[in-house]
């Protein structure tokens, strides 16, 4: 083979590591946003779902439980943002917050009692690979492809963006906009914990106590930057990865770990994010009603 | 990421923020309880020794007011951040620009303490402030949402201060092949924050006169000044203000420059009382405990005392825990589960509005109770 084919070989099996996490956690935030509930808890629900599929997996031997695990580790936490920006009216952002804060000192507190370690879980067993990659993987590159069908050719699909751009309507319509939200925000949950999962016993085959390391964040921006559309945020996430199989082999090419410019390479993503951010301002647009509280009572 | 009405549910809970927040903390500490009663260790003597180590004697009380004095300035960060309406999550980026500016600063300058203490604070004022500045222009400028702005300044500051400017240009160690000491020079005596009770052996140093005067002057300019007047009818309602002729753009960027200038000092209280140099590993976490304090606190200056000296406390106070086994990213959980519960006040709605239904029977408090309970219009 030649040298180029190789190096591009290696580049998407790259690719193939780095996006499924973000891509799975960002068609979580689609489909939270789309509904009208924002979703800045992605980070905490990942972290949950890559714990509980971790801990799980090496609890009973069998990764495929895990992987369930980490879906219902995700979806329960959802289930509680949902609970209180739903059901009590909560600010949602705050509510989300919150929740990443528990997510990150529960995890850190569960890591120690269950497994008496400060750091890393140990070793789980890892999900079968089918052409090199964990099924996760196949499932982030088919699931954008599905929701897409599902939110432009679907009566569903339609629903939960009416109750996302004007609650009132979908109601009279006879949609009973707090469930569809509720189920949006749990299955939400679910996603990001697959995306958690996906780094735990996908990937690493342990859980770091650092994960996600912010990866909740990135996929909540890949959201924005592929203007609330499962297509559009899987194109973002597959950009913001190959930035990081960029930034890595950049790293590497100029020994950054022995000169102590470490954390230049690695601040390189996020600055990245925050430019096109920045540079995409005015084409981006969120569903009307994203972060509306919803009153049935109300006028 | 419609945020116009989050402010105004924001200030909603201000009506009833002591009842929110006790009741919050008090279920946060009972649910606690029960984790620990659930991996089998001894919960009882858990919450002893954390009362311990929070308040009994000297040593642990100046601790507490040592950790207490950080969190009421990063929880006045966010909180001032509140006030014109933005959700700074970045207190934690700005609070490292802080402790790294003070460390350099009170390195570099040979001034009498008198001037060597203002020129760090000062400088790691100006750093937090700078760096805050970023957010504040994405928001009014190109519209990007400053919880994602901020939390990306985070790690941009976290990976570039620790994994970078201190362990290479800034670090002593740079040459060496010592990588594990690295970290900046230390500070000179002049710079050190004076300890009050240094015979009791309490850590306990000016950060806190410091920390109280800072809210003092805070709460004055938020509620007594023109200024902070514009600031709050900007949160409460940016466009009634635009048509009031207060400008927006201008309000944000000043408010968050003070909420940057805020975590920056609490940053450099911790390098010019305690750790006196950027230490090599440096994840204290003060700033995104500012956001517990500031909830909590019911989103005021007085509020954000309360919860910061109660949450120092919390945080002195865990690493006894240690002691039976439990891991002191404790304290973190109770924060995180008070400040889910604050988040909804309407699960305390029916609890309070009996407190208040039986408070008004001698006084004529009636009318809170009654927007309480119907105030879902």
């Known amino acids: 083979m030649s040298p180029l084919a190789q190096t591009l070989l290696d580049a998407l099996h790259a690719l193939l590591e780095f996006a499924p996490p973000l891509v799975l956690a960002a068609l979580g935030g689609v489909l939270s946003e789309k509904s009208g509930v924002v979703n800045i808890g992605l980070e905490g629900m990942m972290r949950f779902g890559a714990f509980f599929a971790a801990a799980v997996a090496i609890g009973t031997g069998n990764p495929w439980l895990g992987l369930v695990a980490g879906a219902l580790a995700g979806a329960t936490s959802a289930a509680l943002h949902a609970l209180l920006s739903l059901r009590y009216r909560a600010d949602q952002v705050v509510s989300g917050i919150a929740l990443n804060l528990v997510a990150m000192s529960l995890v850190t507190f569960l890591l120690e009692a269950i497994f008496g370690s400060a750091g890393v879980s140990p070793p789980s067993p890892q999900l079968p690979r089918i052409f090199g990659h964990s099924a996760l993987t196949w499932l982030a590159v088919v699931l954008p492809l599905a929701m897409h069908w599902i939110f432009t050719r679907t009566a569903l699909g339609l629903r939960i963006r009416a109750v996302g751009e004007h609650p009132r309507a979908a109601a009279t319509a006879g949609v009973s906009v707090l469930k569809l939200r509720a189920l949006c925000v749990i299955g939400s949950g679910a996603l990001a914990g697959l995306g958690g999962a996906t780094l735990s016993i996908g990937i690493l085959g342990q859980f770091d106590v650092r994960m996600p390391a912010g990866q909740g964040f990135m996929a909540l921006a890949a959201m924005i930057f592929g203007k609330w559309t499962p297509l559009g945020a899987a194109a973002a996430c597959v950009f913001f990865a190959l930035a990081e199989v960029v930034q890595r082999s950049l790293s590497l090419t100029f020994h950054a770990a022995d000169l102590h410019l470490e954390g230049l390479f690695l601040a390189l993503p996020y600055a990245l994010t925050l430019l096109l951010l920045a540079l995409s301002r005015g084409r981006t647009r969120a569903p009307a009603a994203d972060g509306v509280p919803y009153d049935p009572e109300g006028r | 990421m419609a945020s116009s009405t989050w402010r105004q549910s924001l200030f909603a809970p201000a009506r009833a923020p002591l009842w929110s927040a006790l009741f919050a903390i008090l279920c946060a500490l009972t649910i606690c309880f029960i984790a620990i009663l659930a991996t089998g260790k001894d919960a009882v003597n858990g919450y002893a020794d954390l009362l311990q180590g929070a308040l009994g004697g000297a040593r642990p009380l100046g601790e507490s007011a040592l950790k207490g004095s950080v969190l009421v300035l990063t929880g006045l960060s966010v909180t001032v951040a509140f006030t014109v309406g933005l959700f700074n999550i970045g207190a934690e980026g700005q609070f490292i620009w802080g402790a790294l500016a003070a460390a350099v600063v009170g390195n570099a300058l040979p001034l009498p303490a008198f001037l060597a203490i203002p020129a760090a604070l000062g400088a790691a004022a100006l750093a937090g402030g700078l760096w805050a500045l970023i957010p504040a222009w994405l928001k009014t400028a190109r519209g990007v949402h400053e919880v994602i702005s901020t939390i990306l300044l985070n790690w941009v500051a976290i990976d570039l201060v620790n994994g970078w400017l201190v362990s290479g240009p800034l670090s002593v160690a740079t040459g060496s092949a010592d990588v594990s000491v690295a970290g900046t020079a230390a500070i000179r005596d002049e710079a050190f924050l004076p300890r009050l009770f ?156 009996r407190l208040r239904g039986r408070a008004s029977v001698s006084a004529t408090a009636g009318v809170g109770a009654s927007s309480e309970v119907g105030g879902a219009t």
């Not at chain 2, 090599?280 to 019911?298: E, K, N, Q």
């Open chain 2, 198 to 353: 240094a015979q009791s052996g309490s850590r306990l140093d000016l950060g806190l006169p410091i920390a109280l005067a800072i809210a003092a002057l805070v709460w004055l300019f938020l509620t007594r000044t023109r200024r902070g007047f514009e600031w709050r009818c900007v949160g409460a309602g940016p466009d009634a203000a635009r048509a009031q002729g207060i400008p927006n753009a201008r309000c944000i960027a000043e408010a968050m420059f003070l909420s940057g200038a805020l975590a920056g000092v609490a940053g450099a209280l911790i390098i010019l009382g305690t750790e006196h140099r950027y230490p090599g590993v440096f994840r204290t976490g003060y700033g995104f405990d500012g956001i517990a304090v500031a909830l909590v606190g019911g989103v005021t200056a007085p509020g954000a005392v309360l919860a910061g000296f109660f949450f120092g406390a919390l945080r002195a106070g865990s690493t006894r825990l240690q002691l039976v086994g439990i891991h002191p990213s404790f304290a973190e959980l109770i924060q995180g589960l008070a400040v889910l519960l604050v988040a909804a006040p309407r699960i305390f709605a029916p609890l309070l509005a």
